[in-house]
């Protein structure tokens, strides 16, 4: 794969196949309900987009009030394509649509903080994150 190759979209006409491929290939309990995740990224405020020639490598989506607060609650890569660069660039489109906000949310684990450290990110003060979830790979 020559990461020269990828192009960037920002249109919503994905397959969802395509989409399920993704999530299923990082194993995302969010592909365990296939219609609820194609609509979600489809109404998503931004929705940015990894292709090798007709192959989606990489997604990336924004949720945003519009003026204030953007949070970013999904970013993947397909194994193979991963440490390529991908990540960040789709991290980089999205953030600068947002570069004049006040707050941009996210929440890593794992692996995932030093990544996001790079693109800017720092620990929320004194915060902890609290969710209920209806996942498993955590």
């Known amino acids: 794969m020559d990461k020269t190759l990828i192009t960037y979209k920002e249109s919503r006409d994905i397959e969802r196949n395509s989409i399920l491929t993704l999530y299923k290939a990082n194993n995302w309990s969010s592909a365990d309900k296939p219609e609820q ?12 987009s990894a292709w ?3 192959q989606l490598v990489g997604l990336g989506n924004a949720i ?5 607060v953007v949070y970013y609650p999904h970013l993947l890569v397909l194994p193979q394509y991963q440490k390529q660069g991908i990540g960040k660039q ?3 489109i999205l953030m600068s649509r947002y570069q004049d906000f006040h ?21 929320a003060g004194k915060t902890e994150p609290l969710w209920i979830y209806a996942g498993d790979e955590h």
């Open 37 to 48: 995740l194609y609509n979600a990224l489809m109404h998503s405020h931004s929705l940015i």
């Open 52 to 54: 090798d020639n007709d």
């Open 64 to 68: 945003s009030d519009e003026f204030l």
């Open 90 to 92: 789709i991290m980089t």
């Open 103 to 123: 707050q941009h949310i996210l929440v890593a684990d794992f692996e995932t903080i030093e990544f996001y450290k790079k693109c800017g990110f720092a620990r």
